[in-house]
């Protein structure tokens, strides 16, 4: 997927393949229980599933963020899916694979909503209200698209929704600025 605010294009080319086992001793080398597997889109990678596996095996808490273009069936029912719908302004809307919405869990999943203008807050809502997602998932989330929207604007938005939704923020860009990679 191209998102048009997409803040990981330098996943689209280059990197090296690095066998699974050194993968999990970096890991291993973090001291943390909790992993996120993300960049760009993880289930392109051929071996991700295996991945996803080997660290649920070894005890770790495992997110996956995903684009939500690729299904997710495949994945290891031990890790928790955080899906991103895409909305119209993205560019990318039509690629959603919609059974994915079909198969979050409650108790685990979540969906995310990234909100560029006032025609993704709709489209976002009748996907929330269509797939019934405030039941179907642990959280929806909604997030402004970085520089694109007034985030008191979106938070009216979400406060008079009514909806059993919240509001998050690409905290990663207030921090360490919306250039820096890999944080």
Avoid at 51 to 60: A, H, T, V
Avoid at 66 to 81: E, H, M, N, Q, Y
Wanted: hydrophobic share 40%; glycine share 8%.
């Amino acid at each position: 997927m191209r998102c048009a605010w997409c803040d990981s294009e330098y996943t689209f080319t280059g990197g090296e393949h690095v066998e699974i086992e050194k993968v999990l001793d970096q890991v291993r080398s973090f001291g943390c229980p909790l992993v996120e597997v993300t960049g760009g889109e993880p289930l392109a990678q051929q071996e991700s599933l295996r991945l996803i596996e080997k660290l649920c095996d070894s005890g770790y808490e495992v997110l996956i963020e995903t684009g939500g273009f690729l299904p997710i069936s495949g994945v290891d029912k031990r890790a928790k899916i955080i899906l991103d719908v895409k909305c119209p302004a993205s560019g990318e809307a039509a690629r959603n694979h919609w059974q994915n919405l079909q198969c979050l869990r409650p108790d685990m999943d979540e969906v995310k909503f990234v909100i560029a203008d006032q025609d993704d807050w709709f489209f976002a809502r009748s996907i929330i209200e269509q797939y019934k997602l405030e039941h179907r998932t642990k959280a929806v989330l909604i997030s402004p698209a970085w520089d694109m929207l007034s985030l008191e604007e979106l938070a009216n938005w979400v406060a008079k929704s009514g909806l059993n939704i919240r509001m998050q923020l690409q905290l990663h860009k207030y921090i360490w600025g919306p250039e820096v990679k890999g944080v």
